[in-house]
């Protein structure tokens, strides 16, 4: 994802990075009852676009996340009673100057008439888990500071905020606050 107006019509800032090592990803419950946690196939490519509209403005991504994804690291939650895709996450290959290995998470998108089942969460840790046990060094992944759910899920699961520009210290401290924790700044990397 490249950097993006804010939603209150703000200034156009860089995205916020955060990375993670090889540690183990801290297990998130199922989806709730009717939700399965599962693989992305070809025939998913509608269903996969009409969700991802709900969340970006941005032409779907789904023909270059099967180009880039690492082998089984593209994650869906479909809801059982539509047959319809409402959550994803992929674990993939994006290479870029400040991550040369380029092995990241992306796109992570939850349809809005499905949040709290747990889908997002669970498609983000199974796309965690594929890039735990598949990168060199680390992964890394870009937000935007309006999202906030998938932020807090992040954190959850083990990625940590990288302060790799001094207007980001601000930035964090904000989100940090909005989710009631303490942030300090010299708890987090500068550096990859």
Do not use: C
């Amino acid at each position: 994802m490249s950097d993006l107006r804010a939603p209150d019509g703000g200034s156009i800032k860089p995205q916020l990075e955060m990375i993670r090592g090889s540690e183990i990803v801290p297990s998130v419950r199922k989806p709730v009852l009717g939700y399965m946690l599962r693989q992305i196939t070809l025939e998913d490519r509608h269903s996969y676009e009409q969700t991802f509209a709900t969340a970006f403005d941005d032409p779907s991504p789904f023909g270059d996340l099967m180009k880039h994804m690492l082998p089984d690291g593209f994650f869906v939650v479909e809801h059982m009673p539509t047959s319809t895709v409402v959550a994803a996450s992929t674990a993939a290959i994006y290479e870029k100057s400040q991550h040369p290995d380029g092995h990241s998470l992306q796109w992570v998108v939850a349809h809005s008439d499905h949040r709290g089942t747990g889908a997002g969460q669970a498609t983000v840790a199974a796309a965690t888990q594929i890039l735990a046990d598949h990168s060199p060094n680390y992964s890394y992944l870009s937000t935007d500071d309006f999202r906030i759910p998938a932020i807090n899920i992040y954190l959850k699961l083990g990625w940590k905020p990288l302060l790799y520009r001094d207007d980001q210290i601000s930035r964090w401290a904000r989100i940090f606050g909005i989710l009631e924790k303490p942030f300090n700044e010299n708890n987090w990397p500068t550096t990859t």
